[in-house]
T-cell receptor, first 116, second 113 residues
């Protein structure tokens, strides 16, 4: 149980375009979803926290107008990278938790974004 | 100083050895302490988590937390080549699953057959 999926697993886009990444909790209702970014040989860095039906809370230094997060339902959150640039190329990972999961977050498999 | 410090390694040990992985942290507000395993280009997989100070054992894995020293450890007994991966420590505040995690950089572990 507690499976999280992400789509797509890998995406290549041209500089200046936007790309959307989906994160779904498959067998539970996620009260909170998180988005992380991981550069090669670096740690996962929290980008934002979102609760269903509420605006996302962004970490310091993360541009909310560039990384649009929508958490429209208890099983789906989306991250849209707007006007992508090569420096946005990274591994984006979502996680989800629910009220009975204690401190545990369930991570998706990640999405590799390459901006050319 | 980063909030969570973790030696990136690589750490290479022979099969069957006891492995010790460690992290130090500076934020005294952290209450939950986790260890994740991550394979290349995959999402992290939770191994175990501990609330506040103390020890927790799960099979070959033992997690220790010393809040007074702001130091956490993961021990792997009877290490196997399949344990080769990157191990990430992570921490969160009292909000538990409602709080985002602060991760260490990860230690790349290699178990030699």
């Amino acid at each position: 149980g507690a499976v999280v999926s992400q789509h797509p697993s890998w995406v290549i886009c041209k500089s200046g375009t936007s790309v959307k990444i989906e994160c779904r909790s498959l067998d539970f209702q996620a009260t909170t979803m998180f988005w992380y970014r991981q550069f090669p040989k670096q740690s996962l860095m929290l980008m934002a926290t979102s609760n269903e039906g509420s605006k996302a809370t962004y970490e310091q230094g993360v541009e909310k107008d560039k990384f649009l997060i929508n958490h429209a339902s208890l099983t789906l959150s989306t991250l849209t990278v707007t006007s992508a640039h090569p420096e946005d190329s990274s591994f984006y990972i979502c996680s989800a938790s629910y009220s009975g999961s204690g401190a545990e977050q369930y991570f998706g498999p990640g999405t590799r974004l390459t901006v050319t | 100083q980063k909030e969570v410090e973790q030696d990136p390694g690589p750490l290479s040990v022979p099969e069957g050895a006891i492995v010790s992985l460690n992290c130090t942290y500076s934020n005294s507000a952290f209450q939950y302490f986790m260890w994740y395993r991550q394979y290349s280009r995959k999402g992290p997989e939770l191994l175990m988590y501990t609330y506040s100070s103390g020890n927790k054992e799960d099979g070959r894995f033992t997690a220790q937390v010393d809040k007074s020293s702001k130091y956490i450890s993961l021990f792997i007994r009877d290490s196997q080549p399949s344990d080769s991966a990157t191990y990430l420590c992570a921490m969160s505040g009292a909000g538990g699953g409602a709080d985002g995690l602060t991760f260490g950089k990860g230690t790349h572990l290699i178990i030699q057959p």
